[in-house]
Structure formats: structure tokens, C-alpha cells
T-cell receptor
Framework: ETAVFQTPNYHVTQVGNEVSFNCKQTLGHDTMYWYKQDSKKLLKIMFSYNNKQLIVNETVPRRFSPQSSDKAHLNLRIKSVEPEDSAVYLC???????????FGPGTRLLVL | GQQVQQSPASLVLQEGENAELQCNFSSTATQLQWFYQSPGGSLVSLLSNPSGTKHTGRLTSTTVTKERRSSLHISSSQTTDSGTYLCAPDTNAYKVIFGKGTHLHVLP
């Protein structure tokens, strides 16, 4: 049963455009994450939030900005996309003190 | 930072054979998760095992914390086990580092 929802599933855009991805979890978790999975399938953490607060900000370009309105939502905006941003963006959540992360289905971005 | 090495990179088995997947990591981990990613891309947690041995169904994970290694044993493999198995040690709850994965293909 899906409990981490991501929209859109796919997005095709051109270089220089702005895109936004949404993530919502209905598990009541405090912590949410954004990961990027590239064409080689390597999964890398981008951001971690705990109760709307940014905790981890890996070395991602400044054109990436996460946004959290409440602990159930974590969105990702990319200003002026570039070809290397083509990837699958995965959102995940985890409860306080819990071991397991729950992943959304991902948003596949293609930059032409 | 945390480095994660998984081996083998890929593995082909006949249905019914067992698989042994290895994960080595460079820094002490407070938690270690094994994930399965289907060919369609969805990612699910299989096991959380920071130390010792843990079983679920046909899966057995053994983590030796001091040696910074973990293994995942899949017994009696099935074609539906095909996919990518990812190891992910935590240095803390907010920064999970993933290995490159082992790509398993089980032939009928």
C-alpha cells in the first residue's frame, strides 16, 4: 500500500526551464528525504528534513531548492534545469527512532 | 564520508539456487538497511540489521559491525527475486548512503 506519494510521475522539459516536484507522506513520519538516482542507478541523498527543518544539504547545485510546508510534505524545485538533471528523483520518509525508510515511486525527469 | 562497496556487481542464477550478496562500508554505522529495487524502479526495504543475524522469509542478513560488513543471503531464488539489491548504512538518521547495488537475474 503506497504511503509516500510523488507527483508528477514523469516530466519532460527543456534546458533553462523551472520544474517542481511534490512529495507527500501519510505515515505521520517526522523525517523526509530527497534522493537522486542517475542513469547508472546510483542513489544519492540530496536533502533531509526533520519536522520542516533542513538537516542535511548535500553538495547539490544552488538551482535545487527543497520546500517543506509541514512535516508531511517535502517539495523540490529546480530553477533553470540542465541536461545532467535528467534522473529519477525519489522521496522517502522515516519515523522518529524507526529503522525503515519508505520510498515513493519517484519522478522521472528528462531535460532536452 | 561513508563509502559503500557491494559485491558482486551482478549475479545470474538458475531458479532454486542460493545467492550471497556482500556489503562493505568504511565508517561505523548505527543502522544498516537492505533494499530491493524492482526492474520497474520501486524501492522497498527488506531488512534493517545493524548487527547480528536477522531472518525474514527466504532472506537472512548477517552484519558484523566491528568489521563493517553485512551480507544478504537469498535462499531458493525465484524469478521474481530479479532486480537490484542495495545496501545502505546510516551514519545518522538523516544521511543514508547507498551502495551501487548488486543486480540479480534469476533464470527460469
Amino acid at each position: 500500500e503506497t504511503a509516500v506519494f510523488q507527483t508528477p510521475n514523469y516530466h519532460v522539459t527543456q534546458v533553462g526551464n523551472e520544474v517542481s516536484f511534490n512529495c507527500k507522506q501519510t505515515l505521520g513520519h517526522d523525517t523526509m528525504y530527497w534522493y537522486k538516482q542517475d542513469s547508472k542507478k546510483l542513489l544519492k541523498i540530496m536533502f533531509s528534513y526533520n519536522n520542516k527543518q533542513l538537516i542535511v544539504n548535500e553538495t547539490v547545485p544552488r538551482r535545487f531548492s527543497p520546500q517543506s510546508s509541514d512535516k508531511a510534505h517535502l517539495n523540490l524545485r529546480i530553477k533553470s534545469v540542465e541536461p545532467e538533471d535528467s534522473a529519477v528523483y525519489l522521496c522517502a520518509s522515516r519515523g522518529q527512532g524507526q529503522d525503515t525508510q519508505y520510498f515513493g515511486p519517484g519522478t522521472r525527469l528528462l531535460v532536452l | 564520508g561513508q563509502q559503500v562497496q557491494q559485491s558482486p556487481a551482478s549475479l545470474v542464477l538458475q531458479e532454486g539456487e542460493n545467492a550471497e550478496l556482500q556489503c562493505n562500508f568504511s565508517s561505523t554505522a548505527t543502522q544498516l538497511q537492505w533494499f530491493y529495487q524492482s526492474p520497474g524502479g520501486s524501492l522497498v526495504s527488506l531488512l534493517s540489521n545493524p548487527s547480528g543475524t536477522k531472518h525474514t522469509g527466504r532472506l537472512t542478513s548477517t552484519t558484523v559491525t566491528k568489521e563493517r560488513r553485512s551480507s544478504l543471503h537469498i535462499s531458493s531464488s525465484q524469478t521474481t527475486d530479479s532486480g537490484t539489491y542495495l545496501c545502505a548504512p546510516d551514519t545518522n538518521a538523516y544521511k543514508v548512503i547507498f551502495g551501487k547495488g548488486t543486480h540479480l537475474h534469476v533464470l527460469p
